[in-house]
């Protein structure tokens, strides 16, 4: 088996500060994904990564960026942290050629 | 883009009783349709999926079903442990392989004794 580390598990910010969330993976899988999680709103895809050094936009990657830097890691920036965008950030990875995303524990962003 | 709605935002069933979560999709161009559960404090796990090839799909006690005529999916829970009790995501993809997710608002299942 394998497990997924993100860091911090809570992290407060001011408001326009820049923030970096960090995610390991150990599956060795080629896929990893960062989500936001809204209450009451699911899950919303803000950038993905195929393989090392590769970076896709998700739907809410406004506001966001992104960084592969090898393929056990992948790191989340917010570049300017607002008060509504305090949310619960889940890191994925899922192997090639697999369906299923294996999920990280989540980091709670709150922004003063 | 691929929007994905799930009907039920609270159900609640009594133990033994079955449990089903609807959703809907709306790009016809959908193939593949998972199911995540995420119980209370911990992240989600992935629970079921199905492809628009068949259009029924059981796993234990946890079966899917999928109507592409009407871009409706379905999550039914038989004989429902209060250990069911969760919230479930549905997904939707274009691709089988899951590589792009959207998914649904979530349904908080709560089974009581």
């Known amino acids: 088996g394998g497990i997924i580390t993100q860091t911090p598990k809570f992290l407060i910010g001011q408001e326009g500060q820049k923030l970096t969330l960090k995610c390991q993976q150990n599956?060795?899988?080629?896929?990893m994904y960062w989500y936001r999680q809204d209450s009451g709103k699911g899950l919303r895809l803000i950038y993905y990564?195929?393989?090392?050094?590769?970076?896709q936009k998700g739907d809410l990657s406004e506001g966001y960026d992104a960084s592969r830097e090898k393929k056990s890691s992948f790191s989340l920036t917010v570049t300017s942290a607002q008060k509504n965008e305090m949310a619960v950030f889940l890191c994925?990875?899922?192997?090639?050629?697999?369906?299923?995303?294996?999920f990280g524990p989540g980091t709670r962003l709150t922004v003063l | 883009g691929e929007k994905v709605e799930q009907h039920e935002s609270t159900l609640s069933v009594r133990e033994g009783d079955s449990a089903v979560i609807n959703c809907t999709y709306t790009?016809?161009?959908?193939?593949?349709f998972p199911w995540y559960k995420q119980e209370a404090g911990k992240s989600l796990h992935f629970v079921i999926d199905?492809?628009?090839?068949?259009d029924r799909k059981q796993s234990q006690r946890l079966i899917v079903l999928l109507d592409k005529k009407a871009k409706r999916f379905s999550l039914h829970i038989t004989a429902t442990q209060p250990e069911d009790s969760a919230i479930y995501f549905c997904?939707?993809?274009?691709?089988?392989?899951?590589?792009?997710?959207?998914f649904g608002q979530g349904t908080i299942l709560k089974v009581y004794l």
């Open positions: 997904a939707a993809s274009r691709t089988s392989s899951g590589q792009k997710l959207v």
């Open positions: 790009d016809t161009a959908s193939s593949y």
């Open positions: 994925a990875s899922r192997r090639l050629g697999g369906d299923e995303q294996y």
């Open positions: 990564s195929i393989t090392e050094n590769d970076l």
């Open positions: 599956f060795n899988h080629d896929t």
């Open positions: 199905i492809r628009s090839n068949v």
